[in-house]
């Protein structure tokens, strides 16, 4: 299987170490085109690819090209590629909000994988949710759906608009968890707590809840009412989230992030 980057940034990475190391394919038919040379020089260090500042080039007889540039460079990166490909190579887009009549009308191309993945792919650990077009085959969505599972979960879609949702809650996701973190070891230290050890705490508290809620079969709400003993120190703080507007605010934020990744797609 030859595999074609376009774009070697932290996504291609992440993509390049999985399909390596899940032996997807050897990474000497692998090649990744980038405009920076010390990515370039990175990827062939430490993965052995072949890389190259030649878009055409990665694409020339792969069988599958990926697309992980950002998308305000995918206008440039589709006028270079336009009418290149042959008709059976598979188009793989990682790239945010851009859609697929968009990939179809830009590359003149047919066969497309629209994804989006989020960051704990990194690891193994994250979520994809994923489309195709009709003309993509059987084998082509199995090659596909192999990569996106070695990356975590992965969540085939028929419906294109359900990637613009998930992508803000999935794609976007894990910053909004990070934020809180954040929030949570910043109001630890407001009450006293040392920075390592609010760290300490706050990690360890949402990794251990997120495993709990995986595993119990119980629903958040269920979980949450168990910890939350009435008139107890717990409902004193969910009190003080409701009186936020804790719900209206997270709705805005992905009702936000939502928007935002239907204007890139328009
Ligand atoms: N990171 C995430 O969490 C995540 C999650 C899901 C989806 N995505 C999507 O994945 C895509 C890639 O994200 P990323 O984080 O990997 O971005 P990134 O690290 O910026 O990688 C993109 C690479 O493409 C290079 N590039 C720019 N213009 C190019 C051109 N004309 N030809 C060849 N290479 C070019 C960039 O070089 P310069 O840096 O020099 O511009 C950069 O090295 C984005 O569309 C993003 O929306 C990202």
């Known amino acids: 299987m030859k595999i074609g980057f376009i774009g070697g940034g932290a996504m291609a ?11 997807l ?11 920076n040379w010390a990515r370039g020089a990175h990827l062939e260090r430490k993965y052995g690819v072949e890389v ?12 599958v090209v990926i697309l992980a540039i950002k998308p305000q460079n995918l206008n440039e990166i589709m006028a270079d590629l336009s ?12 790239v945010a909000g851009k859609r697929i009549s968009t990939l179809r009308d830009g590359l003149k191309h047919g066969r497309i994988v629209r994804s989006m993945p989020n960051t ?12 195709a077009t009709p003309e993509v085959t ?45 929030a949570l070891v910043a109001a630890a230290q407001h009450i006293g707590i040392p920075q390592a050890m609010a760290e300490n705490l706050a990690i360890q508290t949402m990794v251990g809840s997120g495993h709990l809620l995986q595993k119990s079969g119980k629903t ?3 979980l949450r009412k168990m910890v939350t003993s009435p008139r107890g120190t717990t409902a004193e ?14 709705s805005k934020a992905v009702t936000a992030a939502y928007e935002k990744s239907k204007k890139l797609g328009a």
């Open 13 to 23: 990475e992440v993509m390049i170490s999985i399909i390596v190391r899940n032996k």
């Open 25 to 35: 394919a050897p990474a000497k038919s692998i090649s990744s085109s980038d405009i």
């Open 52 to 63: 190259m500042n030649d878009n055409r080039a990665a694409a020339n007889g792969a069988e």
């Open 83 to 94: 009418g290149q490909l042959k008709p059976d190579q598979l188009v793989l887009s990682i």
């Open 120 to 131: 704990p792919a990194q690891i193994g650990d994250g979520m994809t949710v994923w489309t």
């Open 138 to 182: 059987p084998q082509q969505k199995e090659w596909a759906k192999s990569l996106l599972s070695a990356m975590g979960v992965e969540i085939y879609v028929d419906d294109e608009g359900l990637i613009d949702m998930s992508t803000a809650l999935s794609g976007s996701g894990p910053a909004y968890f990070f934020l809180f973190v954040e």
């Open 220 to 222: 958040p709400a269920e």
């Open 237 to 250: 703080a969910i009190a003080q989230f409701e009186k936020g507007g804790f719900f209206d605010l997270v």
